[in-house]
């Protein structure tokens, strides 16, 4: 058994071995992954302090950070802020939770997928905190709301006011716990699911509430975790103090400022008749007066703005009330119609209901121009031509859309992320109140938009793909892929060329070993033959020496084929060392001088040209030593800028060029110089000697200076090369 | 010797992989158990007493024909853009079925129809669209001409056929409210002619001018015997007027689409609600849809009679099914 066998009968060993072990790595690999994923982000603590939120993904409401807090001052009904891995299995989470109204509820998500815009639109658990009826509410969501605990906390849940909020999610157990920390009175709640939800992210989320949230983290979570919470007992408040009052749903008056220093009584505001908004437009500027409207909060920061039916007003308070956006509030003040804009000073504002915050409507930047729209929840789109930060780190984006355009205000903190993200150029809708006030237009633009939140920016389209920078880009490409195409068929050719000359080698190896040592071996056995053959068979004696002769020729050519064949020298010695060494082969034991020269500096020739030199250099020689009794060759190799030339000179008999003298080696030569562009010039006249001279080109060196030069050239040739299919395959359908 | 362990072991793995591969076919086969078809539900808001017994309803049906719910819809009954949004999501997600109750009957035209034109079988409840039923299209309607005939009934009951009544809330952004206005009053023209309607008023989904519609109304009125608001922003704006103005506590308020219990139980001055069963088209939808996607044919519309809610019948079994709203339980 060679040790060739050996070694490939061991490799199926190997190659089940290696298989083997990948398939070992990959089941680690597929096993350990949900593990890892389990783990992946746990323990997690908000960064809120620090201003930066931006692993969180909003779904409704109007999530911004402020004083190191997440606030979301909306009313929306399922409002949802995420975060985490939906890997994410057996953890705990908790944070402190002030809630901003009543008749809603502000709590803790865990084990959430699936979310989308809409009320109960999650799969996934939530335990909250609900003002309607104090309770501490844990239940299961999977696109629709599935109750399980409703536990009365002694105290109730009033609005503006820390509690904390633990959700642990272990197995098939949920448990949760809710401390109101001044009082510090805690309730548990806990419920079991055989079907349970196993893995999900984590989120914040209100109903009919904005909410507040600090504090946020969420760690791994045992049985142990989940028994000291389930454990605990509510607080042994008495029952009296348990019994807390459900929380109005009718309309309440808690927004409504102190009437204390007001100029206007008590009783005149409460006799006044509500108008509509658009109506107070007609309003006494010489005599203000007090006027009564109702409508919707539909931006609260930087200041408060109300809508209804017929328009919008800016408001401005005696005493900030802590509103929401989607609030319903009646308003009470002195109207300032302005051009475009009406302002209510001096007012008094009492919430009447809490609601989901008001669709937009959708104008045109042409409409909102017109200042129809002031004060007043719009969507519109525009493409974003500037950004830059405003007063107070405000995100300031400038747009365009038609012949209007119009800036974006948007508050600091969780837009950073997608104002560095935005691109100018793109497409983009914005959510926001139109305002025409020059306070925030600073006359530059018609109306500004103040979003309320960085979800009311949507990227429509990014920008259009064919900018400068990409176009430069893909010409760099383009030009990078020419040179890595003409490299590769470089290299290509090199490879065959190769080929072609070792199998040349071994044909002239084989050719040595067999054929020349053959004719030797004939040879010498017929010059033993003849060596026994008497004087007198003298006719048997002549063919003999004929043979041999034969024999002899016949060697001396196969040694000169093998000569011709064996190509080490080129590669081994270079090009004109090989041809003299070829010459003084092929003139050994004669008189014929060989003298061999260069001129110019010395350059790596392709090896195609280097072979077709050598081919035609060689034939070149031949033909003078066969046919020109010469006494002297000369080999000239001349290294130019951009080409090279290969001259044999010989000093024999020459011949008449221009008769038909165009035998089969010289047609080789000419057809070798073609397949590499050169130029072949034989000169000879009878008695004068013979002189054979090849011009090939040489590629250019790659510099940055000849590239231009290069792939102009490139494309000259494709061209002209086209030109030329075309002029000589007039009727082709390869256009 | 080595030829021939070799020779065996490639026979050996040429079989294991043979049986590999028909295990992981059996198994890939084993899992890929047909899942049931989904529809989608999209109710005009989600999470209200009025919607919440139609997603129990759907549920249900979906619980007896072996089907899924998708279950999503704005968060507000006047999010017109939010529930086109949501549709349209909902035919890119080709679901096997959808319901919807429209926001708008204009605006929801060109989604519903491009669900058709996807062949989705579609059921529209609640108030209907101006597309002909037939084909996969199909109604399951409120009765609003009996929703408004039950008003005109109750406020002749409540006044003895005489006396003033205003209609607040009217909305043509829902269709089915002008057959509402109209069949309230021409009943009221029939039955009661001595009740004069003397003020009739645009509504809107916004709780404060419905409010404060109702407040123009009654300081318009001082003698206004009953009102009559026809969607549920007029009904809770008029209950607010009423119970803001203690001048005015004589009037009777007969709401619809307010199906709160808490609501009718506080609220003195409100009579009654009428509202249409959509557990009843929660039901009849997945049902109807169930049927198309078995090749059954369906009626191309069904018209439901709405309820009257009372205080005296507010316990009473039929109505306590129809706003059950505990849609996850059998």
């Known amino acids: ?735 | 010797m080595l030829n021939s362990l070799q020779s065996t072991w490639r026979k050996v793995f040429r079989r294991k992989s043979i049986l590999g591969l028909c295990l992981i076919w059996m198994w890939s086969g084993s899992c890929r158990r047909a899942s049931p078809p989904t529809i989608a539900f999209i109710p005009r808001t989600s999470g209200t007493p009025l919607w919440e017994p139609a997603h129990a309803g759907a549920e249900m049906a979906a619980r007896s024909t072996g089907t899924k719910i998708y279950w999503n819809a704005p968060t507000r009954e006047d999010d017109v853009q939010g529930q086109i949004t949501l549709v349209e999501s909902v035919i890119d997600r080709k679901y096997q079925g959808l319901v919807l109750a429209p926001d708008q009957a204009l605006a929801l035209i060109t989604p519903v129809r491009r669900a058709l034109s996807k062949g989705t079988p579609t059921v529209i409840i609640g108030s209907p669209l101006p597309i002909p039923p037939g084909g996969r299209l199909s109604y399951i309607l409120n009765d609003e001409e009996e929703a408004g005939r039950m008003a005109a009934l109750r406020v002749g009951q409540l006044l003895a056929g005489k006396g003033s009544v205003a209609i607040l809330g009217v909305n043509p952004d829902i269709a089915g409210i002008m057959v509402r206005a109209h069949s309230l009053e021409t009943t009221l023209a029939e039955r009661y002619p001595g009740i004069r309607i003397v003020e009739k008023r645009l509504g809107s989904f916004n709780f404060p001018h419905d409010q404060q519609i109702a407040e123009e109304t009654l300081r318009a009125n001082p003698n206004l015997n009953a009102i009559v608001a026809l969607t549920s922003a007029s009904t809770r704006g008029t209950c607010s007027a009423i119970a803001h103005n203690p001048k005015m506590q004589f009037t009777k308020v007969i709401g619809f689409d307010e199906p709160d219990p808490v609501l009718l139980l506080r609220e003195s001055e409100l009579d009654s609600m009428i509202v249409q069963n959509s557990r009843e088209m929660g039901l009849g939808a997945v049902k109807t849809i169930a049927a198309q996607l078995r090749g059954q044919s369906v009626p191309p519309e069904v018209r439901l009679k709405p309820l009257l809610i009372t205080r005296e019948n507010l316990a009473s079994p039929q109505v306590r099914q129809a706003l059950y709203m505990e849609w996850w339980q059998p």
């Open chain 1, 1 to 735: 058994m060679s040790v060739r066998t050996t070694i490939f009968g061991l490799r199926p060993v190997l190659k089940f071995g290696l298989i083997g072990l990948l398939g070992l790595a990959a089941g680690l690999l597929f096993f350990s992954k949900p593990v890892l994923n389990r783990l992946a982000g746990l323990p997690y603590q908000d960064s809120f302090a620090a201003g930066t939120a931006d692993e969180w993904h909003a779904l409704g409401g109007t999530w911004e950070l402020a004083d190191g807090t997440m606030r979301n001052e909306s009313d929306e009904r399922g409002a949802k802020l995420m975060a985490g891995s939906v890997h994410w299995r057996d953890y705990a989470v908790e944070a402190d939770i002030q809630l901003l109204g009543l008749d809603g509820d502000a709590g803790l998500l865990v084990r959430s997928s699936d979310e989308e815009n809409g009320v109960d639109s999650y799969n996934g658990y939530y335990a909250g905190l609900r003002t309607h009826d104090n309770t501490l509410v844990l239940g299961r969501a999977d696109h629709g709301w599935i109750e399980n605990q409703a536990i009365l906390l002694p105290g109730g849940i009033r609005p503006f006011h820390w509690y904390h909020l633990k959700l642990v999610a272990v197995g098939c157990e949920i448990a949760a716990s809710a401390t109101d920390t001044l009082r510090n009175v805690t309730i548990p709640a806990a419920m079991s699911e055989k079907d349970c939800k196993p893995n999900g992210r984590i989120g914040l989320r209100s109903y009919s509430s904005g909410g507040v949230w600090r504090n946020v983290r969420a760690y791994q979570a045992t049985f142990a975790d989940l028994e000291a919470l389930r454990s605990k007992k509510p607080s042994a408040e008495s029952a009296d103090q348990a019994k807390v009052p459900a929380s109005p749903s009718s309309p309440s008056t808690t927004a409504e400022s102190s009437e204390a220093g007001d100029s206007a009584s008590v009783s005149e505001r409460q006799t006044l008749v509500a108008q509509e908004i658009a109506s107070l437009r007609m309003a006494s500027t010489a005599h203000p007066t007090l006027a009564k409207v109702r409508g919707v909060v539909v931006l609260t920061s930087p200041a408060l703005y109300m809508q209804d039916a017929t328009g919008g007003a800016a408001v401005m308070e005696v005493q900030a009330a802590p509103l929401k956006v989607g609030d319903e509030i009646e308003v009470t003040g002195k109207p300032e119609p302005r051009d475009f804009s009406l302002v209510l000073r001096e007012a008094k504002v009492r919430l009447l209901w809490t609601r989901a915050p008001i669709p937009p409507l959708s104008v045109t930047a042409a409409q909102a121009a017109t200042g129809a729209f002031d004060a007043t929840f719009v969507e519109l789109d525009g493409y974003l031509v500037s950004k830059e930060v405003g007063a107070g780190n405000t995100m300031i984006l400038g747009l365009q859309k038609g012949e209007q355009s119009f800036r974006a205000i948007m508050n600091p903190g969780r837009g950073d992320v997608l104002f560095r993200k935005l691109k100018t150029n793109s497409l983009l809708r914005f959510r926001g109140i139109c305002v025409v006030d020059s306070e925030y237009t600073q006359n530059l633009t018609p109306f500004v938009l103040l979003l309320r939140s960085p979800d009311d920016v949507a990227v429509l389209t990014g920008p259009p793909w064919w900018s400068a920078g990409h176009l430069a880009a893909i010409i760099a490409i383009a030009l990078i892929l020419v040179l890595a195409a003409q490299l590769l068929y470089s290299r290509v050719e090199h490879w065959r060329l190769r080929a072609v000359l070792e199998e040349r080698e071994r044909l002239a190896h084989e050719m040595h070993d067999t054929i020349a040592q053959s004719f030797a071996g004939i040879g010498f056995q017929l010059q033993a033959i003849r060596n026994d053959l008497q004087e007198k068979n003298s006719a048997a004696l002549r063919q003999l020496d004929l043979a041999s002769e034969l024999v002899r020729h016949s060697h001396d050519e196969a040694r000169r084929s093998i000569a011709t064949l064996r190509p080490e020298s080129l590669e081994s010695i270079g090009l004109l060392p090989a041809l003299e060494r070829s010459a003084r082969r092929m003139v050994d034991g004669g008189s014929v001088e060989v003298v061999a020269s260069s001129r110019g500096g010395e350059r790596p020739i392709p090896v195609r040209t280097t072979d077709a030199l050598y081919k035609i250099g060689q034939e070149a020689i031949a033909n003078a030593i066969r046919h020109a009794q010469p006494t002297s060759l000369h080999i000239l190799l001349d290294y130019e800028k951009d080409k090279v030339r290969l001259a044999i000179e010989d000093n024999g008999i020459g011949f008449n060029a221009g008769h038909d003298s165009l035998g089969f080696g010289l047609q080789g030569m000419h057809k070798r110089a073609e397949s590499i562009s050169a130029a072949l010039d034989i000169k000879s006249e009878s008695g004068q000697g013979t002189h054979v001279e090849v011009i090939a080109p040489l590629p250019p060196r790659f510099t940055l200076k000849v590239w231009p030069a290069y792939i102009w050239q490139y494309f000259q040739e494709r061209r002209s090369n086209a030109q030329e299919w075309e002029r000589t395959h007039p009727y082709s359908y390869r256009r």
